[in-house]
Every structure is written in structure tokens, then in C-alpha cells.
T-cell receptor, first 114, second 111 residues
Framework: EPEVTQTPSHQVTQMGQEVILRCVPI?????FYWYRQILGQKVEFLVS????????KSEIFDDQFSVERPDGSNFTLKIRSTKLEDSAMYFC????????????FGPGTRLLVL | GDSVTQMEGPVTLSEEAFLTINCTYT??????LFWYVQYPGEGLQLLLK?????DKGSNKGFEATYRKETTSFHLEKGSVQVSDSAVYFC??????????FGPGTRLSVLP
């Protein structure tokens, strides 16, 4: 069964450094998402992406964040200058048709900012 | 805005006990409703979903019925197993919006 994959599974970085989290969505899906989950807290929506542009973003997704689909398979989340409070599990998801379609989640990347 | 409320955990049950995890939502229109499960150290997995009122989603012995009159989507299982220990998230997806997750309910099943 096709699945969403994410790399790396864990990343440790110093405050102020840039990180890029990578995701490979399910191949025939057209809508892509990033979520984060701070340890012990709920899953929060960050951004959705369709047709090579952001379709919606939350308040959390400020100028430090950006997303890109650099080729036909990868979908990346970049944090330009990490802060301690960016430490979280970041989940990528994809869906075939967008709203009200099932979103399939990757296993997540655990980011730790020191 | 849209929101999802779940019963607070943790919920601790003995094996073969009956499980109910309450979920209620606030949303305009007719959202789709989902239950996701997160096993220890893993990502989110879709457990079941319902897309319209009175639909029942079911999977792996879990069930939830979309009740528009009570804006609820309670998760039930007749006989839980130790392997069901996980965090369960209720979520909604409203047309034109994006997923809103509840805070999660941690379930521990003891042998």
C-alpha cells in the first residue's frame, strides 16, 4: 500500500540554524500538508499546498517557515532560523482531492532545537 | 472557528473492557469526521471516518457514528486489547478549511 515517507526521522539542531524537513507524498496525490505536534500537545495545522502554491496557512506558519515542491516527488518544509519552541514532531500529509478527502500522514520527523 | 473537543485522558481499562472515547465538534456546514490513532513512537494513522450525518465508520473493531443532532462522533470498541494502547485523535475537515484535531485521548489497556 502506498504511504507517505519523511526524512529524517530525527533531527537535532542548534538554535538559529536552518533545517529542511523532507516528505515524499503518495504519488498520485495533489494536496500536501504540514502539521506539527509539540510534545504532549495536540496536532496543529501549519500549511496546505496545491498546484505549486500555498492554499492555506495557520498563524504558526510565519516568515520563518517556507514550503516547496522542488521536483515531482518531494515536498519540503524549511525553517529558516530555528527557535527552541520549534522543537516538535512534524508530520507531512497528502490527499488525492483536497478538502474532505482522507489525509494520509507520514511517520513524522522529530525536531529538537538546542 | 471550527473546533473539536475530546474527553480528557488518560483512560485506563482492563483487557476486554468496553471503550468509549467522547468527541464533540463545533463547525459550520457539514464537515467530515475522522478518528486517527497514534501508537507509541509512530505517526498518525487513519482509524475510521464518516462523511455525512448518520454514517458509521468502522475499522479493527472500532466504530463511530456521525451524529449531527448532538454534533458528536464518539469512538467505541466492544472489547479492547493491550495492543489498542495509543493516543486517539478526533478530527474534522470542513469544506474549504483544513483539518482540526482534538487534543487527543491517551488509552492504556492493562492485561
Amino acid at each position: 500500500e502506498p504511504e507517505v515517507t519523511q526524512t529524517p526521522s530525527h533531527q537535532v539542531t542548534q538554535m538559529g540554524q536552518e533545517v529542511i524537513l523532507r516528505c515524499v507524498p503518495i504519488s498520485n496525490h495533489l494536496y500536501f500538508y504540514w502539521y506539527r505536534q509539540i510534545l504532549g500537545q495536540k496536532v496543529e495545522f501549519l500549511v496546505s499546498f496545491y498546484n505549486n502554491e500555498i492554499s492555506e496557512k495557520s498563524e504558526i506558519f510565519d516568515d520563518q517557515f517556507s514550503v516547496e515542491r522542488p521536483d515531482g516527488s518531494n515536498f519540503t518544509l524549511k525553517i529558516r532560523s530555528t527557535k527552541l519552541e520549534d522543537s516538535a514532531m512534524y508530520f507531512c500529509a497528502s490527499s488525492a482531492q483536497g478538502t474532505q478527502e482522507t489525509q494520509y500522514f507520514g511517520p513524522g520527523t522529530r525536531l529538537l532545537v538546542l | 472557528g471550527d473546533s473539536v473537543t475530546q474527553m480528557e485522558g488518560p483512560v485506563t481499562l482492563s483487557e476486554e473492557a468496553f471503550l468509549t472515547i467522547n468527541c464533540t465538534y463545533t463547525a459550520t456546514g457539514y464537515p467530515s469526521l475522522f478518528w486517527y490513532v497514534q501508537y507509541p513512537g509512530e505517526g498518525l494513522q487513519l482509524l475510521l471516518k464518516a462523511t455525512k450525518a448518520d454514517d458509521k465508520g468502522s475499522n479493527k473493531g472500532f466504530e463511530a457514528t456521525y451524529r449531527k443532532e448532538t454534533t458528536s462522533f464518539h469512538l467505541e470498541k466492544g472489547s479492547v486489547q493491550v495492543s489498542d494502547s495509543a493516543v486517539y485523535f478526533c478530527a474534522l475537515d470542513n469544506y474549504g478549511q483544513n483539518f482540526v484535531f482534538g487534543p487527543g485521548t491517551r488509552l492504556s489497556v492493562l492485561p
